[in-house]
């Protein structure tokens, strides 16, 4: 079993920056990667960014640059450095972790974290 805890999130003005945090608790050996999914009302939940025990990285094409995803030197902990937000970002974040024995949907989740940027 694994155990997701989510730190951060709430109002941001367009433009703005925001950092999500994630720490994981459990069984860590059997996470191949960690990463971020989100949904928004009315929408299917998608990637944002996620990454694997090597250091690799992958991120959702609206990303263009804007999102940052590092784990620290323990791979317990996921961060995810957000810049230049728009409306079009605001969704529920959830923590991810991908196990090693299949999909990321097949892994364990955060509590989420609610992300509203608005004027």
């Known amino acids: 079993q694994v155990q997701l805890v989510e730190s951060g999130g709430g109002l941001v003005q367009p433009g703005g920056s925001l950092r999500l945090s994630c720490t994981a608790s459990?069984?860590?050996?059997?996470?191949?990667?960690l990463g971020w999914y989100r949904q928004a009302p009315g929408k299917q939940r998608e990637l944002v960014a996620r990454?694997?025990?090597?250091?690799?990285?992958y991120y959702g094409d609206f990303v263009k640059g804007r999102f940052t995803i590092s784990r620290d030197s323990t791979k317990i902990t996921v961060d995810l450095q957000m810049t230049s937000l728009k409306p079009a970002d605001t969704a529920v974040y959830y923590c991810?972790?991908?196990?090693?024995?299949?999909?990321?949907?097949?892994?364990?989740w955060g509590q989420g974290s609610e992300i509203t940027v608005s004027s």
């Open positions: 991810n972790a991908e196990p090693r024995d299949g999909a990321y949907y097949q892994g364990y």
């Open positions: 459990g069984s860590i050996a059997s996470i191949f990667a």
């Open positions: 990454i694997t025990g090597d250091g690799s990285t």
